[in-house]
């Protein structure tokens, strides 16, 4: 079983972003897939989660209305589509298998199966 996040970067307040979670050893389309993030001195938190049979989504309030999760399970990938970036973004993003969006809802503290993830840095 294999996650790896790409696709961050450097980026100015108000600009873009696409997030990959490339997969690999399991049937993605059995499994529901979050996206967290922990910025510098502060607690790992859920930023968005997809359902896998009905792709139904959920967002961290302070991204609602800017980010999107999507998934390909033809490609094995997940995505996380994030417009008007704002500086409180910055953070360190992962991808993670999350069974029924469980730690989406609860937090992710209990989680230790992290990757490497994938730098997001939001300069005014």
């Known amino acids: 079983v294999r996650l790896v996040e790409s696709g961050g970067g450097s980026v100015q307040a108000g600009e873009s972003l696409r997030l990959t979670c490339a997969t690999s050893g399991f049937s993605l389309d059995e499994y529901s897939i979050g996206w967290f993030r922990q910025a510098p001195g502060k607690a790992r938190e859920a930023v968005s989660c997809?359902?896998?049979?009905?792709?139904?989504?959920y967002y961290l309030e302070a991204v609602k209305g800017r980010f999107t999760i999507s998934r390909d399970n033809a490609e094995n990938t997940v995505y996380l589509q994030m417009n008007s970036l704002k500086v409180e973004d910055t953070a360190v993003y992962y991808c993670a298998i999350d069974p029924g969006c469980f730690f989406f809802r609860i937090g992710p503290a209990q989680y230790t199966n992290w990757g490497q993830g994938t730098q997001v840095t939001v300069s005014a």
């Open positions: 997809i359902s896998a049979v009905e792709n139904f989504t």
